[in-house]
C-alpha cells in the first residue's frame, strides 16, 4: 500500500464519509489528515461531530462538515437525482425522500462535482450502501456489472479475489467482465501483472456440468474479448496456486500455479473463499475494492476498522486522481 499513499499524497481529493458522526470515521479522518491522504468531507449533526472531533482533540482545519438537513445544495441535488431517475419510478417525493439519506447525499455530491469521492457503509449493510451508489453513478463504458474484489497480502504472495460482494451467480459473459475488472485493479493500483485463474471444482473438463462450462465458456469469452489478458480455466484453487500441480499435470497451462487473481464462480465462494483464506492465514485484508463503477466510491464492509478505512480511502483518492470528474474509470 505504500505506493497508493504516496500517490495519494500527491494530489490529495475531497473525500466525502456519509457516516461522518461515527467514531471509526472520526478517528480515520485524523489519520488521513495527519497523512496528508485526502481532505475528509463528515457528512452529519454539525454540533454532534464538532463535540466528536473536541473529544479526540483533533484540528478541525482541514476537515468539512455538511449538515445535509440543513445544506442548500439538497434542493439542486433533489432535481438531479429525479431528473435521472425519473424513468426509473423515481417521484419528485421519492427523490426528496432519498435524499435525506446521507449516503445518496453523499453520492450526489460526488456526482455533481462537490465532492471528488466516496467511503461508506461502516455502520449500513453492503446492499443498503451499494444500491445508491449503482443508482446515481453509471458504470464504466465497456462493461455492464461492477464487481467487489478483495486483496489478501500474504507473506511471499499477493492475492486477488472475486466478486466478493455484488453478483451473486453471474453468467459467463459477467464473469469474464468480473476478470478483466480485476486484473484491471491489480494492474492500475498495484502494478501487478495479472495472471487469472477461473475456479471450479473442475479441472479443464473434468466436469461437464452447467456450473462448469459456465466457467470454461468464460474464459472463451475474456481471451476473445481481451486477448492480451492471461487468464486459463476452469481449475482448481490448488490448481492455480500450487505450481507442482501444474507443472505434472497441466503443463501446458499458460497458469503454472502462479495466479495473482482468482475467479470464483458465484459469490458464494469467492466470499467463503476469501474470509476462510484472511482469517486462518492470518494475513492483511484489503476491500472490498468496487471495480466497473464510474466514479471514485468505495462501500465499505460493516464493522471495518480505522486501519482499512484509511487504505480504502487512499485507494479512492488514487481513483479520484485519474478519473479527474469523468464518469469513467
Known sequence: MHGVFDQARLDPKGIVFPEG??????????MLVDEKICKPILLGNAEVISDL?????IDATDITVVDPSQDDRRQTYVEAYHKMRWRRGA???NAAKRLRDPVYFGNMMVQQGDADGLIAGVSHSYPDTIRPALRIHQTMSNVSKVAGVFLLLFEDRMLFIADTTVNPDPSAEELAEIAWLTARVANTYFDVDPRVA???YSNFGSNEDAACL???KAVE???ERWPDLKIEGEMHADTAVEPVIAEQTFPWSTIQGDANILICPTLAAANIAYKLLWRLGKVEAIGPILSGIGAPVHILQRGMEVNEIVNMTALCVCKAQRTNGKTTA
Open 21 to 30: 458522526e461515527q467514531d471509526t470515521i472520526i478517528r480515520a479522518a485524523k
Open 53 to 57: 472531533l473536541a473529544e479526540h482533540e
Open 91 to 93: 417521484t419528485a417525493v
Open 198 to 200: 477461473m475456479l471450479s
Open 214 to 216: 459456465k466457467v470454461r
Open 221 to 223: 469469452i475474456a481471451k
